[in-house]
């Protein structure tokens, strides 16, 4: 787990430490000490904590004037015990919210595991952004975690599934990879694969 790093392709169009509006805004980082855990296992310290003990993340990139936020996941998705909607959501998502971002893109490719709990967190969001034309897309989860989130029947809240996994989205410049899923979510295009 040390060894996996949040996608650093677009640091030289975004730093989530260097933005004023960014709730992370002014951390300072450490390339050899590791300070964050999952479990036993040490995470690379570039992720970011915002309350959970098992799940991290990492802003990618924000754009204001477009109104989205593209955020990448590593961990235990878990709202039974630890409820990380309720960090992410306030400690996250609504700072950027009330700067205006009302489109949330989750990259979900190191979410290893996911455990529901209630849905008031994900009703909150949902109708909050829904009211400014926004949405949160869940991309590349894995099948037992889209299983369990389609259990929970989060498909009420957010934006996940099939058609938004196994998406090609590392190697594109962030305003294509929002683009593809705007034009997904309101049913313009399929999908952006590999």
Request: charge should be negative; proline fraction near 2%.
């Given at each position: 787990m040390h060894n996996i790093e949040p996608h650093y392709q677009w640091r030289e169009l975004y730093a989530a430490e260097e933005d004023p509006d960014s709730p992370f805004f002014g951390r300072k980082y450490s390339e050899f000490q590791y300070t964050h855990k999952l479990y036993n296992?040490?995470?690379?310290?570039?992720?970011?904590?915002?309350g959970s003990s098992t799940l991290y993340?990492?802003?990618?990139?924000?754009?204001?004037?477009?109104?989205?936020?593209?955020?990448?996941?590593?961990?235990?998705?878990?709202?039974?015990?630890?409820?990380?909607?309720?960090?992410?959501?306030?400690?996250?998502?609504?700072?950027?919210?009330?700067?205006g971002i009302v489109k949330f893109v989750l990259f979900?490719?190191?979410v290893l595991n996911f455990h529901?709990?209630?849905?008031?967190?994900?009703?909150?969001?949902?109708?909050?952004?829904?009211?400014?034309?926004?949405?949160?897309?869940?991309i590349n989860t894995r099948q037992h975690v889209m299983e369990e989130m389609q259990e929970a029947r989060l498909q009420h809240y957010i934006h996940f599934g099939d058609e938004y996994n196994d998406?090609?989205?590392?190697?594109?410049?962030?305003?294509?990879?929002?683009?593809?899923?705007?034009?997904m979510v309101n049913g313009r295009v399929k999908r952006l694969t590999s």
């Open positions: 296992f040490y995470l690379h310290p570039q992720w970011d904590a915002f993340g990492k802003i990618l990139f924000v754009d204001y004037d477009d109104q989205f936020a593209l955020i990448e996941l590593i961990g235990e998705w878990n709202d039974a015990l630890y409820n990380d909607i309720m960090h992410l959501k306030r400690r996250v998502l609504e700072m950027l919210y009330e700067k979900c490719d190191n529901s709990s209630e849905d008031d967190y994900y009703a909150e969001l949902a109708e909050e952004v829904h009211e400014e034309g926004g949405w949160v897309v869940c998406m090609f989205w590392r190697s594109q410049k962030p305003l294509i990879v929002f683009q593809v899923i705007d034009a």
